[in-house]
């Protein structure tokens, strides 16, 4: 009986000691500190990889009259792989047959923007007629294809600067400047940086 009594009483203080010692260092540990502890890790996101060098790209892409199927698109991807969007040009309006093409669309879609933005590029003889130029403005904005002269399309992480490098009319005596016989645009994609706010007085 007196040694059952004994054995309580040790694990008694044993539990006790264990209990005191677990306070102790719980007191140790400041209120930050416990919350920085459970805080979850958050990772990198889309916006973060498109602010890095790697979302950068460089494109040129040439139609010559005859390709009826011209449809130019080229992925936007992060070092690792991941897919951010697309940026592109196709035809956008023919004149009675595949090979008379008198507008262009040069577009850029942004996965994290949800939406595509979209130029219309017309010949001389489309922007300068009116019924044309009505149907083609319910495509996206239009503009005059211009050799040499810049445009951009803007989402809210990246931009994509493009211009007209080439370009050539067919020779049609009735529609002067109405078809494109070959037109080369550039591409070139920047990523935005993220911005900073203000700086908090010291």
């Not at 697309?86 to 035809?91: L, S, Y």
């Not at 047959?97 to 949800?114: G, H, N």
């Not at 590029?121 to 005059?144: Q, V």
């Not at 493009?162 to 049609?172: F, M």
Request: glycine share 6%; charged share 25%; hydrophobic share 45%.
């Amino acid at each position: 009986m007196f040694v059952l009594v004994l054995l309580a009483l040790v694990l008694a203080a044993l539990a006790w000691r264990f209990w005191t010692r677990r306070r102790s260092a719980n007191a140790q540990i400041s209120p930050e500190e416990t919350a920085q502890a459970v805080k979850p890790k958050v990772e990198a996101g889309v916006s973060e990889e498109i602010g890095s060098a790697s979302a950068t790209g460089h494109w040129i892409t040439t139609y010559k009259m005859g390709e009826s199927a011209y449809d130019e698109s080229f992925p936007i991807e992060t070092a690792s792989g991941e897919y951010l969007g697309e940026c592109g040009v196709g035809i956008s309006e023919l004149l009675d047959s595949p090979e008379r093409v008198t507008a262009f669309e040069v577009w850029l879609f942004d996965k994290s923007d949800i939406r595509t933005l979209t130029k219309v590029l017309l010949s001389e003889h489309a922007f300068r007629d009116e019924g044309l130029r009505a149907k083609l403005a319910a495509k996206g904005e239009i503009m005059l294809a211009e050799i040499g002269k810049p445009f951009d399309l803007d989402t809210s992480n990246m931009q994509v600067q493009a211009q007209v490098t080439e370009l050539e009319y067919a020779a049609e005596d009735e529609l002067p400047n109405a078809v494109f016989s070959k037109l080369t645009i550039e591409l070139m994609l920047e990523a935005k940086q993220e911005a900073t706010g203000p700086e908090t007085p010291k």
